[in-house]
């Protein structure tokens, strides 16, 4: 990772997620269930749900990331857990927001590979040293990347506003 940062935009974020669902319709992939990582990955399934005329979307909190190139010695799922059997049989995709070491990826992969008909992955971005190779990637890059969603501040911090702090 360098100094430069990959900054993405709310407009550029809509363009990427549609061309992200063209290439995954393009490869005539129709998935049963959208799991989407939280949190970054929730902006990912729900554009691509919509593009992908697919409403059935599960959500799995992972926590991981601390700050910036910090993290947990290992992804851990929180609770609620969803419950593997819902994907009994169906074709799921699971999407994030980037696959930078791809553990997290990995944690939802294996999570889910026994149960599912067919489990293939998509994100907005994918990093050269991620344990998993993405089905479907918008771009590549090795930089740190800016979010429309997460570059600024939060509004309110453990319950208090914060410009009241």
């Known amino acids: 990772m360098t100094g430069t940062r990959e ?7 809509g363009r990427a ?10 490869d005539g992939f ?3 269930v959208i799991l989407s990582i939280a949190r970054g990955g929730v902006f990912v399934s729900g554009g691509l749900a919509y593009a992908l005329d697919c409403k059935n979307i599960h959500l799995v909190n992972v ?4 700050g910036v190139g910090t993290t947990l010695a290992m992804p851990v799922m929180l609770a609620p857990v969803p419950n593997a059997i819902d ?12 696959a930078d070491t ?5 944690l939802v992969h294996d999570f889910c590979v026994d149960e599912v008909a067919e ?14 190779k993405c089905d479907y990637v918008w771009k590549r890059t090795e930089e740190w990347i800016n979010f429309p969603w ?11 506003c914060v410009r009241d702090v």
């Open 7 to 13: 900054n993405l935009t709310y407009e550029k974020f």
């Open 150 to 160: 997460s570059v600024e501040q939060p509004v309110v911090r453990r319950g208090r």
């Open 17 to 26: 997620v549609r061309e992200l669902a063209q290439t995954i319709a393009d």
């Open 102 to 106: 791809g553990r997290t990826l990995k």
């Open 63 to 66: 926590e991981f990331y601390t």
């Open 119 to 132: 489990v293939r992955s998509a994100v907005i971005y994918e990093k050269s040293q991620s344990l998993v």
């Open 30 to 32: 129709e998935p049963d």
């Open 87 to 98: 994907f009994s049989n169906k074709k799921v995709l699971i999407a994030d927001d980037v």
